[in-house]
């Protein structure tokens, strides 16, 4: 369920209780909640992740991210909770998918490549073409 996007960052489509409990047991130090509330009948409530999360000694933050789109307080956001953690990072929404394009961003803001990005989404089963201009566009202005 959890795909790997790098050595340490995985993302994840919505998550229960018991993935919490897996994470745990994977040694994840953090998870990054990118799904609004409310946004499903179905979904398990950010509170309810975030009480089992610290129970289970993790970090949890929430980075809600709408079908509108992507802005660079989000961005940010994402990048220091990346960059709070040297333990590995659980991020998950709807899909997943969300989550990876986010990290994504995170991580051309800091200057990683957007063809390494994208080889990496793509081998975890997601697709960066939707922000691949503003991929190329912030990862230009690092250097």
């Known amino acids: 369920m959890f795909r790997q996007l790098s050595d340490r960052v995985f993302a994840s489509p919505q998550i229960g209780l018991e993935e919490v409990a897996e994470a745990a047991r994977m040694g994840i130090g953090l998870i990054v909640n990118n799904r609004p509330e409310g946004e499903s009948d179905d979904q398990v409530p ?11 000694g993790l970090d949890y ?5 709408t079908h509108a789109g992507f802005s660079e307080g989000q961005m ?42 994208a080889a990496a989404a793509a081998q975890a089963g997601y697709d960066l073409t939707p922000i691949r201009a503003l991929l190329d566009m912030l990862a230009a202005g690092k250097q």
Do not use: F, H, N
């Open 46 to 56: 950010g509170s309810e992740i975030e009480s089992a999360a610290r129970a289970a």
């Open 61 to 65: 933050v929430a980075i809600p991210v």
């Open 76 to 117: 940010k956001a994402m990048a220091a909770a990346l960059a709070s953690t040297d333990k590995p990072v659980l991020a998950y929404c709807r899909s997943g998918t969300r989550s990876t394009l986010l990290w994504a961003l995170a991580q051309a803001s800091q200057g990683r490549q957007p063809d390494e990005l």
